[in-house]
């Protein structure tokens, strides 16, 4: 099948890219994982259609694709905003305030854990430890991670955020 | 000669700061035009003074923290380059009582060491393990780790050796070295720690490993949400390769082995091993049936070893200072050091290595100095969101597996999460089972549909909701997770929901005579089961 490379142009991703990614991994044992990865960094997510360029170029079924995809949590199928906070909602941040952490920045984002705003600002996830278990409670931006975060640091780290 | 100061690169202490103070400590000595040398390193692990800055002085690393970026200027006046007075100023970072009185042998090195620099890792004692491995035949390396009764540091506790030499007496073309480092417990970050302080210890580890029972390549699994261990293991792995540590001749001998970091996508499950492996291959990560072991028939259906990242950061110290030093320190059957790590509400959280058969006590108390919130300690979980929670009175349990087993709980990866008296166990025991339900592979029906059923029941109990009857449904459903569950997942959920219930039962409503089927050892009572469904029927 023709991977529907017709609708794609649309969507801002060129599928040639989305192959060359795929071809360039795909001789290493257990090279979907790797691929999948390395699409998401470049896109931010994984895109219907990108499903069966990687099935076509890897030999394997899309639903197999599709499988591995929808089984991981970190694997998205829609373009994210752009800046992710992840908030820890484990044990360890629950004992230091993680609960009422998550609920103040639901407020202030007007987010629900998995939603992205409307402009495309933020995407809101839960994360279920950062290992920073010594410094609950944490979330991370991006790729940024802090510690002992109370509500008003929260803000801080967002305000922050807006003058870069 | 330029003035040489630490500044941790890990994680937690980047988390609190340490990346902007060392910038500012840069920024501060180009000011006064004074050079000095920053080395990032590992975390000590005394996180409450964390961001620690340390300044290597004649009389030793003098050690200051917490350090702010506010601070940095008073450090320089006060010529902390030269370990002057500060309020901040811990004194030499070694003869700091809370690490002093440690038993670092898994960690000997993490917070001194360049993690960057393999130099810095031959200077400090590393690399020698893997010297005198090469000196003995794989039996006798395996031999060797079997007298150490080192024991897996990932939470199962299986005997390395045993799991070494299955994999050793597997006959196949290929065979790999797995590592586990998709440290998923809450309240758990040695691992991190590790791979961020001296991941040349894990290499080494994974080396002697591959040397043991003929493997020629390794993988190291490791969660995404640990960026900062991705880099230091990325740039740790190229230096190897760099010096000859990796690669077809490994440190020269005939020798090949070779390591590859693949990288997790958030499912907690790939602690699992068989997810694991299923992972690495490229598929879901669903649990398999065992048997076939892994260490008979493994990654891509070959002989795999997997072990988790303190086991295997932990075989280099055993080859280098022999197998019966090792033995030597611990209690029973669990020889040796583990790694406890403090987390959740305590004043002094950190990484405390100690012989095994501590108390929960001199962990949480002694090193922990209590709870952050000044409140009194209500309860504890020892091993994670799978291990069970005990109550302030029961803070003279040892920290052994053995200790552990007998009191319903276990030990795990050495995570300990401390609650003060705001907790409600109710909702922690919810979380446990919600926690399963959206970490299930799915594969077996106890915990897919189990977990589910868990949360709603709780739900009920909470709401008092027919809570006799739900009771009776829960301790049913405990036991069905517990004895029909393919993997640890829904077979050890029980424990946070039935030791919440058996020590906290007013938090569901209940009393201690609605709990009597618990036994102490967590273990349901059946026997009591079919006289309270007698009477209830």
Same mark, same amino acid.
Request: charged share 15%; proline share 2%; net charge neutral.
């Given at each position: 099948m023709g991977a529907g490379q017709s609708a794609n142009g649309s969507a801002g991703w060129d599928p040639a890219e989305i192959a060359a990614i795929a071809v360039r991994l795909k001789n290493q044992p257990g090279a979907l994982m790797p691929v999948l990865h390395a699409v998401q960094e470049r896109l931010g997510y994984i895109p219907a259609d990108a499903v069966s360029i990687i099935a076509h170029t890897l030999n394997l079924s899309r639903a197999e694709v599709h499988g591995v995809i929808s089984f991981y949590h970190d694997f998205r199928t829609e373009p994210p905003g752009r800046t992710i906070i992840r908030v820890c909602r484990a044990e360890s941040c629950q004992a230091m305030g993680a609960t009422a952490l998550a609920e103040h920045i639901r407020r202030r984002l007007g987010l629900d854990f998995g939603a992205t705003s409307l402009g495309g600002e933020f995407t809101l996830g839960a994360v279920y430890c950062l290992g920073n278990c010594a410094c609950s409670p944490a979330i991370m931006v991006g790729d940024d991670i802090y510690g002992r975060v109370t509500p008003n640091r929260f803000d801080e780290i967002i305000v922050q955020l807006g003058k870069k | 000669m330029d003035a040489l100061v630490y500044v941790p690169r890990d994680a937690s202490a980047i988390s609190l700061g340490a990346d902007t103070v060392a910038g500012a400590i840069a920024a501060a000595a180009a000011r006064c035009g004074r050079p000095v040398k920053i080395v990032r390193n590992g975390s000590r692990g005394m996180y409450s003074h964390e961001p620690m800055v340390e300044a290597v002085t004649p009389s030793g690393r003098v050690a200051y923290g917490p350090? @702010?970026?506010?601070d940095v200027g008073a450090l320089f006046e006060a010529d902390f380059l030269n370990g002057g007075a500060h309020r901040l100023r811990l004194g030499v970072a070694e003869n700091i009582p809370w690490l002093k009185s440690q038993t670092r042998?898994? *960690? @000997?090195?993490v917070g001194v060491i360049d993690p960057a620099s393999p130099d810095d890792y031959i200077a400090h004692e590393g690399h020698r393990g893997l010297d005198r491995a090469l000196t003995m035949a794989p039996d006798e390396i395996v031999a060797e780790l079997t007298k150490s009764e080192l024991r897996g540091r990932g939470g199962a506790g299986f005997p390395a050796g045993i799991k070494w030499k299955t994999a050793l007496d597997a006959r196949a073309d290929q065979k790999y070295i797995v590592c586990n480092a998709d440290e998923g417990d809450s309240g758990t970050f040695s691992d991190r720690m590790i791979m961020e302080g001296d991941p040349f210890a894990l290499i080494e580890g994974m080396t002697i490993a591959a040397l043991a029972v003929g493997a020629t390549r390794g993988y190291i699994y490791l969660r995404s949400e640990y960026p900062h261990a991705r880099r230091t293991l990325a740039t740790a792995l190229a230096a190897a390769h760099a010096k000859g540590w990796?690669?077809?001749?490994? @440190? !020269? @001998?005939?020798n090949a082995f070779d390591i590859e970091l693949r990288i997790g996508a !958030?499912?907690?499950?790939? +602690?699992?091993e068989t997810a694991m492996l299923e992972s690495i291959e490229g598929k879901r990560g669903m649990v398999r049936y065992k048997p076939p072991i892994p260490a008979v028939e493994g990654l891509f259906g070959k002989p795999t070893i997997v072990n988790n990242v303190i086991t295997l950061a932990t075989v280099p110290v055993i080859f280098d200072r022999g197998a019966e030093s090792y033995a030597a320190t611990g209690t029973g059957k669990s020889r040796g050091t583990l790694p406890f790590q403090i987390a959740g509400n305590a004043k002094r959280p950190g990484l405390v290595e100690a012989p095994l058969g501590i108390t929960i006590r001199e962990i949480v108390? +002694?090193?922990? !100095? !209590?709870t952050a919130s000044d409140r009194p300690i209500r309860a504890v979980q020892v091993g994670g969101p799978l291990g069970a929670y005990f109550p302030a009175s029961m803070l003279d349990t040892l920290l052994d597996y053995e200790s552990m087993a007998a009191h319903g709980g276990i030990l795990g990866h050495g995570g300990i999460v401390v609650f003060d008296d705001t907790v409600n166990m109710a909702q922690m025991a919810r979380y446990a089972m919600e926690f399963c339900a959206i970490e299930s592979c799915g594969k077996c029906t106890p915990c897919r549909i189990g977990s589910v059923r868990g949360t709603e029941v709780i739900d009920d109990i909470i709401a008092r909701r027919r809570s006799t009857e739900n009771l009776s449904l829960l301790r049913d459903l405990c036991d069905t997770m517990k004895l029909g569950s393919l993997c640890q997942l829904g077979g050890l959920v029980p424990l946070p929901v039935l030791s919440g219930l058996k020590y906290f039962p007013d938090d569901f409503g209940l009393t201690a005579a609605d709990v009597e *089927?618990?036994?102490?050892?967590?273990?349901?009572?059946t026997a009591g089961a079919a006289k309270s469904d007698a009477i209830a029927g």
């Open positions: - | 350090v @702010s970026t506010a042998l898994t *960690f @000997s090195r990796l690669g077809a001749k490994i @440190s !020269g @001998s005939r !958030g499912a907690y499950i790939c +602690g699992e108390d +002694g090193y922990g !100095g !209590g *089927f618990i036994g102490p050892d967590l273990a349901i009572n």
